[in-house]
């Protein structure tokens, strides 16, 4: 039996007509490459309900926590820097009480771009607001190529981690964020970094499989060569393993 992929929703502005109404929404790419490395994709709504979070927990196989919005810097004890962009306090808090209850399962996790930042703040991390407050030398790390599936840079990968056993040593990806790890969860390690230094791997010590991205995986489905779907496939056999 296929394994079923909880992904978190993510709240996008209807522009459909004027409407000021919020969908609970999730890219279509996300949902065709769980396909393509054989799960069944389904969107958790947004909704902070222990007994709601408990049924999603309960009904997944595992879970993709995937890109949107900047997580809120009060979410990890911060104000609010200049460069920060759109944020929303109470998506915060549904990841944040869904992680929990994800993690405590033990089943696998992939994040993915806020995944991953959202992930650090789970548990107990910070993040850099934007990029470029990591100092000089730090890359443009949201790419101006739109190219379906296009790359925009190098990141270099850990020895011994789900990565390495993936790509090797180095694999090309793409960027789209301007937010990224700041101080490291404890119970995290960093297992790949791009040219500057900037954090764009983590995998979780302690638990049987969280691997988190800060690049967009499932943007290269329309590429013929798609090698990122290895993350999914990787992913999805975790899950039916469980």
Not at 1 to 7: A, D, E, V
Not at 48 to 73: H, M, S, T
Not at 228 to 235: G, N, P, R, S
């Amino acid at each position: 039996m296929k394994p079923l992929i909880g992904i978190h929703a993510h709240p996008t502005q209807n522009a459909y007509r004027g409407s000021t109404a919020t969908i609970h929404s999730c890219g279509e790419n996300y949902l065709f490459s769980v396909e393509k490395a054989g799960g069944i994709p389904l969107i958790l709504p947004i909704y902070d309900d222990p007994d709601a979070l408990d049924r999603y927990v309960a009904l997944c196989d595992g879970f993709i926590v995937p890109g949107g919005i900047d997580v809120n810097p009060i979410s990890y004890g911060e104000t609010p820097h200049p460069l920060l962009t759109t944020c929303r306090l109470d998506y915060d808090e549904y990841q944040l009480h869904l992680i929990e209850k994800m993690l405590a399962s033990k089943k696998p996790i992939l994040a993915i771009c806020r995944g991953i930042q959202i992930v650090n703040v789970a548990f107990g991390g910070t993040l850099w607001q934007d990029v470029s407050l990591q100092g000089p030398g730090t890359m443009h790390h949201y790419q101006q190529d739109i190219t379906p599936g296009g790359i925009s840079h190098r990141v270099t990968i850990e020895e011994g981690s789900i990565l390495s056993r993936l790509y090797g040593s180095e694999v090309w990806t793409n960027s789209y964020h301007h937010q990224c790890v700041k101080a490291l969860g404890e119970g995290l390690r960093i297992t790949a970094r791009a040219d500057d230094g900037t954090v764009e791997a983590l995998e979780a010590v302690d638990h049987p499989y969280l691997h988190a991205v800060q690049w967009h995986p499932e943007s290269f489905y329309p590429r013929p060569d798609n090698y990122m779907l290895a993350i999914f496939e990787d992913f999805i056999g975790a899950c039916a393993a469980k």
